[in-house]
């Protein structure tokens, strides 16, 4: 079973600019995760999807953080414009249900806002 | 909100029990894991305890669960230089994860 894909692994931008992630969720996972992983610190959820509805985006900083995830499956989460304290590692993970189910993670993007 | 706290670092010797602590405030936590982190590495989930139980055993790793304290902890046992990596706690109400700062697990030879 092919696991959740993420790219681009790394990504260095200036402070002000813009940049998008991808994410594919393993086959058939209904639900998905977006969280932000700051060195030294736990993940913290930026934005849940179920299919492609929001369930959560409570945390997500909307003045520069968007998120979608078209027709249930693949997703996006872009920074527009970046600010230095962006630079983090970003996690998708993905669930089979809402409720029930393991949490599995990509390898992450990691992203350094100079 | 949610809370999740772990000491920061841990050094064992190779073939010594390794114990990793956790408390947490959620006292509404169905479920409570513990994922590994190695380096450049999403994180993997080692195993889940139920909040009606009070420990659960797999292979080299027990986790013990004291409700009342809301305090977990993750024993490994005859450590090995492989088992080097961030253990991070989490509690979930069975739909949002809340994610400690993670224990960086250092095994000396």
């Known amino acids: 079973e092919a696991g959740v894909a993420q790219s681009p692994r790394y990504k260095i931008i200036e402070k002000r600019q813009s940049v998008a992630f991808w994410c594919n969720p393993i086959?058939?996972?209904?639900?998905l995760y977006w969280y932000q992983q700051i060195l030294g610190q736990g993940p913290k959820l930026l934005i849940q999807?179920?299919?492609?509805?929001?369930?959560?985006d409570s945390q997500l900083p909307k003045d520069r953080f968007s998120a979608e995830r078209l027709k249930g499956v693949d997703s996006t989460l872009k920074i527009q414009p970046a600010k230095l304290e962006d630079s983090a590692v970003y996690l998708c993970?993905?669930?089979?249900?809402?409720?029930?189910?393991?949490?599995?993670f990509g390898e992450g993007s990691r992203l350094t806002v100079l | 909100g949610e809370d999740v706290e772990q000491s920061l670092f841990l050094s064992v010797r190779e073939g010594d029990s390794s114990v990793i602590n956790c408390t947490y405030t959620d006292s509404s936590s169905t479920y409570l894991y513990w994922y590994k982190q190695e380096p450049g590495a999403g994180l993997q989930l080692l195993t889940y305890?139920?909040?009606?139980?009070d420990m659960k055993q797999d292979q080299r790793l027990t986790v013990l669960l004291n409700k009342k304290d809301k305090h977990l902890s993750l024993r490994i046992a005859d450590t090995q230089t492989g088992d080097s990596a961030i253990y991070f706690c989490a509690e979930s109400d069975g739909q949002n994860f809340v994610f400690g700062p993670g224990t960086r697990l250092s095994v000396l030879p």
């Open positions: 305890i139920f909040s009606n139980m």
């Open positions: 999807f179920q299919n492609n509805g929001v369930v959560d």
């Open positions: 993970a993905s669930r089979l249900g809402t409720n029930t189910g393991e949490l599995f």
């Open positions: 086959s058939g996972h209904a639900t």
